[in-house]
């Protein structure tokens, strides 16, 4: 059996416009992520909408000494998300986008405050998502349960006026049944294909949904 393969999608916007405060993704929701995936033999290749090196944001780095797994990945795993494809080329539309899916078993993005400013917005990612889900008449969320950062969370570490919209609310808005923790503790829903996770600390949770999911299925 051929290896599972997975496409992960980084951010490449790296200021909360706003504050002209750096930001970009979050380092230890992919970290933990790709170290499972890693030991359960996957191969990830990673994409974002500039390509290159996607900004990381610098507020994931301030506690990598006591996160061993984002440390190791910080420093060891440049390869990995130093130089990425740039959208465009793996999903300029319907078809080509449906031709790279074909290729994977999962497509994965980790958060931070980047993904809200380009690829919440970005037609080659809302190509690589339709593609993935087969279909693009409604909305993927609507009526699905999901997770993701609070609305307390956000107004917890004083961004909720600065980012361009908040998470929970907009899901919320489109029909998406919205469950979640309490700030800042670990939440993972499993809703058939569609893997959510509520912040960084749910991080490894999610990494592990996605592979025993995988397994599961047999792919």
Known sequence: MPPRKILVVLSSHDKIDSLD???????????????????????????SPKGGKPPIDPNSLKDLKKDTVSDDFFENKVEVYGQTTPLVEIAKDANVAAATASKYDALFYPGGHGPLYDLAGDQYSHN??????????????????????????????????????????????????FESAPAFQEKVVVDGNLITGQNPASAHAVGRAIVDELQRLGK
């Open 21 to 47: 405060k750096p930001t970009g993704w979050f380092l230890p929701e992919f970290a933990h992520p790709y170290d499972l995936f890693a030991k359960a033999g996957f191969v990830v290749d990673v994409a």
């Open 128 to 177: 690589l998502v339709a593609a993935f889900a087969l279909q693009n008449k409604i909305s993927l969320l609507a009526g699905r349960r999901v997770n993701g950062f609070t609305d307390e969370e956000e107004r917890a570490v004083g961004l909720d006026h600065a980012v361009p919209f908040l998470v929970e609310k907009r899901l919320r808005e489109i029909g998406a049944h």
